[in-house]
């Protein structure tokens, strides 16, 4: 069984810092569309961040949808030989924690959805490699693919890779160390009304 990391509502996202001397976005233009011009983030330049309202969990969302965790999370996964992520250093920028925070990169994957998932590429873009996939189909969310699956306990697919897979083992780890700051959803409660 597989779940799904949510934000909590209850601890507010951290923001990337406005500093000149951070630029975590690489810009792509598209040589034949101007629209499909965008940022997309670079992995390895590590996160500056501002932290606007105090209350913080264990795991800390930004409002880019990265995941940061603390030295006591970090700790934890390790001492479980957790697999499927490395951390990367946070700079906090206006304030001093007692600890340290790390971004989650997720290094798992079990590649593309199940077919049955029935997301599709809606549109390709041949000049700057824009691709926009149907949305997650309300109902039925995301069929993680086994066969396709690395075995890793963190995992991401192809098509959604913002969205943090999890095994039974992490959300185990997280009940009982009663980490705060997430939420775990079923992959198959994903999704949005067609519109
Ligand atoms: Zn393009």
């Given at each position: 069984m597989f779940y799904e990391l949510e934000k909590d509502d209850k601890y507010p996202s951290v923001w990337y810092s406005?500093?000149?001397?951070f630029d975590p976005f690489i810009s792509i233009k598209c040589p034949k569309y101007p629209g499909h011009q965008r940022g997309v983030r670079d992995i390895n330049v590590n996160l500056w961040i501002d932290i606007k309202k105090p209350k913080m969990g264990d795991f800390v969302s930004t409002v880019y949808s990265d995941w940061l965790i603390t030295d006591h999370v970090a700790e934890i996964f390790k001492a479980n030989n957790l697999t499927g992520y490395r951390l990367q250093p946070v700079k906090v920028c206006n304030k001093k924690l007692d600890f340290n925070l790390w971004e989650l990169i997720i290094t798992g994957s079990a590649g593309k959805?199940?077919?049955?998932?029935?997301?599709?590429?809606k549109e390709h873009c041949e000049y700057c490699g824009s691709m926009i996939y149907s949305p997650i189909k309300k109902g039925i969310g995301i069929i993680v693919d086994e066969a396709r699956w690395?075995?890793?306990d963190f995992f991401t697919i192809t098509?959604?890779?913002k969205y943090v897979f999890i095994t039974e083992k992490v959300k185990k780890i997280i009940e009982e160390n009663n980490l705060r700051g997430v939420r775990l959803v079923w992959p198959s409660e994903l999704g949005f009304d067609e519109s």
């Open positions: 406005d500093s000149d001397d959805a199940h077919p049955d998932s029935g997301i599709y590429v690395d075995g890793s098509e959604y890779y």
